[in-house]
Every structure is written in C-alpha cells, then in structure tokens.
C-alpha cells in the first residue's frame, strides 16, 4: 500500500491564483481530513470527510473548498490564493473517526507571494 | 470548542536520560489522546495513544499516562537515543464525534550526545 500521498510537494502561487492540492488513500478509509501546519501553531483542522458525498469544516475553514466524490480522493481548493494561506498542507485518513489513528501524507509546501 | 496547551516548547536532555512532554485539555467530553512524531520534512506518525478509560499505556521506551480529573496526559520517553529527536505533538479528540482532532503547538526534543 501506498498510504496517504499527496502532490505536488511544493507549489508557488501569486496571489489570486487558484490551485487543487491532491490527496489519495488506498486503505479503504472512510474518514479523512486537511490540516494546515504553521510555525509555532501546531496542526489546525480545515475540512473533514466522513464518507463519500460528505464534508464538513473544521477549525480554519475560510478560503477552502473540498470535495469528496470517491472513497479514496479528497483534494482540496484553493479559490484565490491569499498571503495567509502560506503553509503546509497535510492531508489525513483513518478508518472511521478522528478517534482512529489518523495516518498523514508527507505534506504540501505552499507560498503564496 | 477543545483548547490543548503544551509543555515544553523545546526540551533538551543527555542521551539515555528520560523526557517527559506534559499537555492540558479544556474539552471534559474528550477521550481520546494521541501522540505523534514529526521528523523534519515528513508528516506526523502516531507513536502512542490512550483512550479515557485508561490511566497508562506503555509500548518498549514509551509511555503515556492520563489524568481525567484534571484533565492532563503526559508522555515519557525512557533511556533517550539520537533517533527520538523530533518534534512531538499531543492531540484531543471527542471520539464520538467526527471533528478531527485539537493539537498542542509541538514540542521540539533535541536528544545531545
């Protein structure tokens, strides 16, 4: 198995660009999630999926979009990118709840300039 | 919502003596309390977890241990070694519910030889 992967790892965006980070799992997982890494504040919740056809919002929604059509896909959009959403994205998944062991991808490095 | 404080931001200790990293949470609904490790340019790696009917969980050279009553878990990793430095974060979870999980802002573990 793969795990959870994630591309690309790093991406440049000026300001008002739009752009997809991609997140894939192939464990069968229904529960997945986006978090966002920020120096010195640890990992925050942006949008959660407990299944195909659901989502919902975490702690940071604002400027996120996501979807979830497949088990196994759940990127995550970005509009119009803005200086604040500098950081590392990372997608996670776990067989049910966020009270399983959550297993992360390595990670996105977005710069928004 | 869950708050979790975190304690220290940065700890050092001599190969082979022991390190504990102590966390707070605010949620007394939480039940769930993960640890994970952050090597530097990977994603997060559960090491240990406990689950609130629990008081202490130990796996080799780690363990965790909960107080429910005053709402602190702490982790405890014995006769250190250069691998285990990283960055360690704790996590909260509601169990029942799927709204991810709450981190603390990470401890960073510098094992010197």
């Known amino acids: 198995n793969a795990g959870v992967t994630q591309t690309p790892k790093f991406q440049v965006l000026k300001t008002g660009q739009s752009m997809t980070l991609q997140c894939a799992q192939d464990?069968?997982?229904?529960?997945m999630s986006w978090y966002r890494q920020d120096p010195g504040m640890g990992l925050r919740l942006i949008h959660y999926?407990?299944?195909?056809?659901?989502?919902d919002q975490g702690e940071v929604p604002n400027g996120y979009n996501v979807s979830r059509s497949t088990t196994e896909d759940f990127p995550l959009r970005l509009l119009s990118a803005a200086p604040s959403q500098t950081s590392v994205y990372f997608c996670a998944s776990s067989y049910s709840l966020s009270a399983d062991t959550q297993y992360f991808g390595p990670g996105t490095r977005l710069t928004v300039l | 919502g869950e708050n979790v404080e975190q304690h220290p931001s940065t700890l050092s200790v001599q190969e082979g003596d022991s390190a504990v990293i102590k966390c707070t949470y605010s949620?007394?609904?939480?039940?769930?309390f993960p640890w994970y490790k952050q090597e530097l340019g990977k994603g997060p790696q559960l090491i240990i977890d406990?689950?609130?009917?629990?008081g202490e969980k130990k796996d080799q050279r780690i363990a965790v241990t909960l107080n429910k009553t005053a709402k602190h878990f702490s982790l405890h990793i014995t006769e250190t070694q250069p691998e285990d430095s990283a960055v360690y974060f704790c996590?909260?979870?509601?169990?029942?519910?799927?709204?991810?999980?709450?981190f603390g802002k990470g401890t960073h573990l510098i094992i010197q030889p």
């Open positions: 464990m069968n997982h229904e529960y």
């Open positions: 949620d007394s609904a939480s039940n769930y």
């Open positions: 999926s407990v299944g195909a056809g659901i989502t």
């Open positions: 996590a909260a979870s509601n169990g029942g519910g799927a709204d991810g999980l709450t």
């Open positions: 406990i689950r609130s009917n629990v």
